[in-house]
């Protein structure tokens, strides 16, 4: 019995082995790991560095519950935008079908891009199978030699990332450091486990939210700051009772 309707992961039942596929010139990374890990941002730097380098690249986003394509780069940047929830419609997925759908920008002519538009999710399109998310990946193999999967962190229920992890020359997994990255990690990758996943080829990094450690500092110095405030205030005053009161 699956664990969630069309998912790829089932119970008390030997993983389906899948083929190898020759690789090409350049590659396909995928990254991944758990929410709010950065593992977008990641992504888009590393196909925006290739691209800079006159790479031709193709940026895969994955996520169909919150399409990050809208966050990334506003309409008035694509020259062509269009949906990667219009390539699933076909029932088989051809290069040509890939390349009509892919979305171009005006500024990186060597960087194009397949995800949902804005206001889509997962119901406005017929719904991805493991065959087309197969065909989709050996597709973008043929069409640029440079492919960047960001995989959402749900891959029980996401059939694209999960094949992308699996189909993936290499896997930049990332985590955050804090228990629920650990938890999710420690959750998650028996899944992949089943399916044989190659963990050889998976790269490993925690990244350290800087920012929100400053955050958490400053806030801090100003509620010392405001205490001490407060106690000159009232030693000031009040003599007797202040506590600066000597």
Not at 108 to 127: F, I, Q, S
Not at 187 to 201: I, N, T
Request: aromatic share 6%.
């Amino acid at each position: 019995m699956n664990f969630l309707k069309g998912s790829l992961f089932r119970r008390n039942t030997e993983p389906e082995e899948l083929e190898p596929m020759e690789e090409s010139g350049g590659g396909i990374l995928a990254v991944w790991g758990s929410p709010g890990c950065g593992k977008t941002v990641t992504a888009v730097k590393i196909a925006k560095h290739l691209a800079a380098q006159k790479k031709n690249t193709v940026l895969l986003l994955c996520d169909m519950t919150a399409p990050m394509m809208p966050c990334i780069c506003p309409p008035s940047e694509l020259e062509v935008d269009k949906s990667l929830g219009s390539i699933f419609a076909a029932q088989h997925i051809s290069v040509n079908l890939i390349k009509h759908n892919l979305t171009t920008l005006k500024r990186l002519p060597h960087l194009t891009m397949l995800g949902l538009r804005k206001k889509e999710n997962e119901y406005t399109y017929a719904p991805c199978t493991k065959q087309q998310a197969e065909e989709l990946i050996r597709g973008l193999r043929e069409i640029v030699p440079y492919v960047v999967i960001d995989c959402s962190s749900y891959i029980a229920n996401d059939i694209l990332s999960a094949v992308a992890l699996m189909e993936a020359d290499s896997v930049l997994q990332l985590a955050s450091c804090d228990l629920k990255s650990v938890g999710y990690l420690s959750s998650q990758l028996p899944l992949l486990g089943e399916l044989k996943w190659d963990k050889d080829k998976q790269y490993r990094d925690i990244l350290t939210d800087k920012n929100r450690w400053l955050r958490r500092m400053f806030f801090c110095l100003i509620g010392i700051l405001a205490v001490i405030s407060f106690l000159l205030i009232v030693d000031f005053i009040n003599p007797t009772i202040g506590v600066f009161h000597t």
